[in-house]
Structure formats: C-alpha cells, structure tokens
C-alpha cells in the first residue's frame, strides 16, 4: 500500500534552518509529482510547494518563496523540504502529498506529518 514518512521536524530558533524527507513507498515514486502541505495549529490547510516527477519547475507559496527549497531524489524514493530563514509563521505540521493539484493531480495520499516549531 501506499505508504509516506515524513522526518526531520523539530525545534529550530528564528532565522534557522531545517531539512524535512519524506519517504515513499507502495508506489512508482518517480511518476508522481509531490507536494508538500502544512497545518498551523488552530488554522486550515495551507499548500507549501511542489514539484514535477524530476527536480525540475518547481512551485512555491508566496509565504515561502525565497526561503524553502524543494527536491527530491528519485533513487531514494525521497522527497525534501529545505527550509532556511525561518519564521513563527513556519510552525506548524508538514505533510508530504502524493500528486499536485497545482497541476490538476489528485493529492491522494497524505503522510502522518511531521511538526516543525519555531518559538517567539
């Protein structure tokens, strides 16, 4: 079955730097554009980025253009997030999305999360 674990979420101070993966498995990895949502606490969902079935064209939130990057390495059937500068705002669960409606793919599968915490 499909599966997606997310990793490397924690506490990273202000202006700080933190690199989130999602693993995939269940699934032909590299046929699949991915996504990446959050959920801030008390607040909906909120699209993060995306990315086609290759690192190319890459697509990102205005909130965090210029400050996250995404890839991904299809080898390792691995998604990442790098976040850099990061802000309160930031805080919130990160969850990797199988498919990019941004493209018109159904976001179909969704991982478990994984929260990243940024304190005042």
């Known amino acids: 079955q499909v599966n997606l674990v997310e990793s490397g979420g924690g506490l990273v101070q202000p202006g700080g730097s933190l690199k989130l993966s999602c693993t995939a498995s269940g699934f032909t990895f590299s046929e699949y554009a991915m996504s990446w949502v959050r959920q801030g606490r008390g607040k909906g969902l909120e699209w993060v980025s995306a990315?086609?079935?290759?690192?190319?064209?890459?697509r990102y939130s205005d909130a965090v253009k210029g400050r996250f990057s995404i890839s991904r390495d299809n080898t390792k059937n691995t998604l990442y997030l790098e976040m850099t500068g990061v802000i309160l705002e930031d805080t919130a669960i990160y969850y990797c999305?199988?498919?990019?409606?941004?493209?018109?793919?159904?976001?179909?599968?969704w991982g478990q999360g994984t929260q990243v915490t940024v304190p005042s």
């Open positions: 990315l086609h079935t290759t690192n190319g064209g890459p």
């Open positions: 999305v199988r498919g990019a409606s941004i493209w018109g793919s159904a976001e179909d599968f």
